[in-house]
Each structure stands twice: as C-alpha cells, then as structure tokens.
Nanobody, 128 residues
Framework: QVQLVESGGGLVQAGGSLRLSCAAS????????MGWFRQSPGKEREFVAA????????HYAESVKGRFTISRDNAKNTVYLQMNSLKPEDTAIYYC?????????????????????WGQGTQVTVSS
C-alpha cells in the first residue's frame, strides 16, 4: 500500500520560511516525478512545484518562482519543498504527489491529473 506522508507545515509570519517534507512508502519513486500542489478554501487545487525522477529538472508555478525550491532524496524516498519569503497568499493545504510514470519521458508534470498518489496534506498558514 502506497503512502505519502507530509510534514513541516505550520504557522509562520510573512517573510518567514518553512520546509515541507514528504516521505513515501509502499513503493520506491526514485524513477518517477514527484510534485507539490496546494489548495485554499473555495479554490481549485493548484500546481506549486515538480521535480523529475533524477532531480535534475524542476518546474515551478510563477507565483512561487524564486521563493520556493523543490528537491528530492531518492535514497530516502522523500521530496522536499523549501519555502522562503512566505506571503499570506501562500496560505493553503499543501499536498505531495507522486507519479506512477517511470523514466525520463513523463509529461504534464504541472497537471494534477498526471499524478497517481497523494498525501493527506499539511496546513501552511502565513500571517501578515
């Protein structure tokens, strides 16, 4: 049974930083893309960041580019999201996602429809 477990969320003041972690179990994702999405009340779940299986290529939403960094440790089957210069509009539930696709030809990494496994989410609240 595949499980993705996020941690690291919390309450932070604007301008602060948080580091989210997502530990996968039940199968290895070292050959698959992984990503982060977020959802605010009344809004659709939106793409935040994605990383290819090797970790060499990353993708970001325009709203977080330059502030957030996604990375992965395949030995630990874990993906991270370093969030700096946080803004109140970053407040949301953050979800980790893993793709069942294997190898370098996985596409649509910015689409939530591409991902097959999801974590339960972790709340990030940024106060002004």
């Amino acid at each position: 049974q595949v499980q993705l477990v996020e941690s690291g969320g919390g309450l932070v003041q604007a301008g602060g930083s948080l580091r989210l972690s997502c530990a996968a179990s039940g199968r290895t994702f070292s050959s698959s893309p992984m990503g982060w999405f977020r959802q605010s009340p009344g809004k659709e779940r939106e793409f935040v960041a994605a990383v290819t299986y090797s970790g060499r290529s990353t993708h970001y939403a325009e709203s977080v580019k330059g502030r957030f960094t996604i990375s992965r440790d395949n030995a630990k089957n874990t993906v991270y999201l370093q969030m700096n210069s946080l803004k109140p509009e970053d407040t949301a539930i953050y979800y980790c996602a893993a793709d069942a696709c294997i190898g370098p030809n996985c596409r649509r990494l910015t689409s939530k429809d591409e991902y097959d496994y999801w974590g339960q989410g972790t709340q990030v609240t940024v106060s002004s």
